[in-house]
C-alpha cells in the first residue's frame, strides 16, 4: 500500500486574481468538448466520457492551470521507493517531467495548505530519514529553485503568492522569498503564547495564536510580517491541528461545534453550528465563499455568502465531498437526499445557486479520493483503489439523449417505494402492531420524484422496530444498477446474499443503541432495500417479501 498523506487542500492559479479551493484543486471554466470559457454562468448537465488513465502516478497535490498540469506525489521506481514530484498533462494523461532534490525522499506532511507560489511548488525532506529542509520545485520544468535547512522535524510551512512562510519555533515565524529562499523578515509571537497553526494564500497569512488563557486568529501582512488585524476565538476550542485554513479571501476557524468564515479583514461572514461528521470544505473566489458541512442536526448543507456584504447568496442540501471552483460556477461531487445513494457531479452558479446534475462515478469511497481539475471540457479525477492509484480523464460532453432522474431512468419510470411492503405484514410481524407508511418526497435539488422512494412504516408503539423501505435505483440500464451495485459493496464492505432478486448484500450500520441492518437488492435496472434496527432475520424476511415487487410498477 502507497505510503498516503494528507489530501492537499488547496491549489492555485498562476495568474492573477486566483480562485483557490480548500480539499481540492482549481480549474477553469468550461463546455463540453471546447477550450476553456471563463465567462461560462448557466449550469449544464454532462456525459462524462473517458478518455485516459493513468496508473499508479502518486497522489493529487496541486494543479497549475496555466499549463494545465497536475502535480502529484510519487515514487521514484515502484511502490515503497523514495518519494519525488511527478507532472502530468490533463489534456492527455501522459507525464511531462519528474524531479526531486538530489539525494531526497520527499515529504508533503507539514506544508500545509496550498502548496504552490506563483511560479514553484514548496516541498520538504522524509524528516525521518534526512535532515529536515525545504525546498522549490519550478512549476514549468520541475528544477530545484533553491532549498534551505530548516530547524525541526515537524516544521509547518504555508505558502502565499511569493512568500514561503515557515515555524522556525514555538514562537518564531521565518519567511522566505518563494523565487531564491532568501529571507524576506521573522517575526515572534507574543511572550507566553506560541504559534499553533499556520495558514496562507496569495496576500492572506494568518496565525493561529494559542495563550494559557486566551486564542486568536492573527492575520500578518506577507512582505513585513507585520500584523494586520486579529480576531479572538475560543481558547478551549477543541481543535488544535488543521483547524485553520486560507482559501482566496476567505479564512475559516473550525472548533468543535462552530464554523467561521472570514473576510480579508478579519470581518465574520458565517457563523455556523456544525456536527462534525466530515470536516467542512470551503471554496472562495474575491467575492464569494462557498461552505459544506454538516449543522448541528447532521444535515449536509452547502451554503455560498458573500465576502462584500456578509449575507447568504443560497444555501442547498447537498453532502458535498468535492469542490472546485470554475469561473462563474462550482463543481461538486455528492450525494443527493435518502436513500439515493448514487454520486453526482453538479454544476452550480455561485451568483444564484442554480444547479444541473450530471451521473458520475468519479469519487469512490477511500479517505484520499477527490476531484483534481475540470479544465478545458475535461474532469480530472483521483481514486485510491486497494494498492493501485488512479488518475483518470473524462470529457464532458453534451447528453444524448434524456437525462434521467439523478442521472438514471427518467422520473416516470421510478416506483413507489410504498408498494413494496403492506402494513399488514409488518403487523404479523410484530404481534399485530398496527403500522402506518408514511411516504417521504425524494428530490435531488430542485427536481422532485413523483412517486416517493422512501416510504417509513411506523409502529404505535415503541417495542416494534421502525422499518424503512426504498427504491435506492432505477438505472438507464441493467449494466448501469450493476455497476452501482459493485460500488455498495465496496463502499460498505459488504457480503452478497444468496438467492435474493438477480443480487443483493447485508449491510450493517453500527450506531447507537443498536445497528442499523440494511438489505440492498437489485432486480433487473432496479435497486430497492429494506432496513431496521438490530434484527437481521426480520430484515431478510421483509426483503424477500419487497424484491419481486420492486420492478412491477412505473414502466420499470
Known sequence: MPRVPRPARQARRRTAGALVIAGLLLAQACSPGNDSDPDATDPASYTLTPRWDNIDPGLPLAYDTDSHTVLAWAETN????????????????????????????????????????????????NYNEQPPAVAALRLDDGKVLWQLPTPGRHSKTAVAADVVVMEWSDTTLRAVDAADGRTRWKTEVE?????????????????????????????????????????????????????????????????????QILDRSGKVVLDEPYRNVTGPRIAATSDVAVAAYHDKDGKPTLTAVDLQDGKTRWSLPLDASALVLSGALLYAVGRPAAPLPQLGLYAISLATGHAAHSRTSLVGEAAYDTLVAVDQGMVVSYEFVGPVQHIYGHRLDAPTGEVGFAGGAPADAWPDSCSLLQTDELAAMASGAAYEARPRQTSVLDVILPRPALCRYEPPTIEAPVVTAAVAWVGTDEAQSTDLMKRLRMRFAAKRVPVLGDEAIHVVHFGEPHPT????????????????????????????????????????
Open 191 to 259: 511572550a507566553g503564547c506560541r504559534a499553533n497553526e499556520i495558514a496562507a494564500d496569495e496576500d492572506l497569512i494568518v496565525v493561529d495564536v494559542v495563550c494559557e488563557k486566551k486564542r486568536r486568529i492573527e492575520s500578518l501582512d506577507p512582505q513585513t510580517g507585520k500584523p494586520r488585524w486579529q480576531h479572538a476565538v475560543p481558547p478551549e476550542s477543541g481543535f488544535t491541528s488543521g483547524n485553520v485554513a486560507v482559501n482566496g479571501a476567505a479564512v475559516s476557524f473550525i472548533d468543535r461545534e462552530r464554523l
Open 78 to 125: 515502484g511502490r515503497d521507493s523514495l518519494r519525488q514530484i511527478a507532472a502530468y498533462d490533463v489534456r492527455t494523461g501522459k507525464r511531462k517531467w519528474a524531479n526531486a532534490p538530489k539525494g531526497w525522499d520527499v515529504n508533503v506532511d507539514f506544508v500545509v495548505g496550498d502548496r504552490m507560489s506563483a511560479e514553484a511548488l514548496i516541498i520538504q525532506s
Open 517 to 556: 441492518i440494511e438489505i440492498y437488492f437489485r432486480v433487473g435496472r432496479c435497486i430497492g432495500s429494506v432496513s431496521l434496527l438490530k434484527d437481521d432475520a426480520a430484515a431478510f424476511k421483509l426483503a424477500r417479501l419487497a424484491a419481486p415487487r420492486l420492478c412491477r410498477s412505473a414502466g420499470s
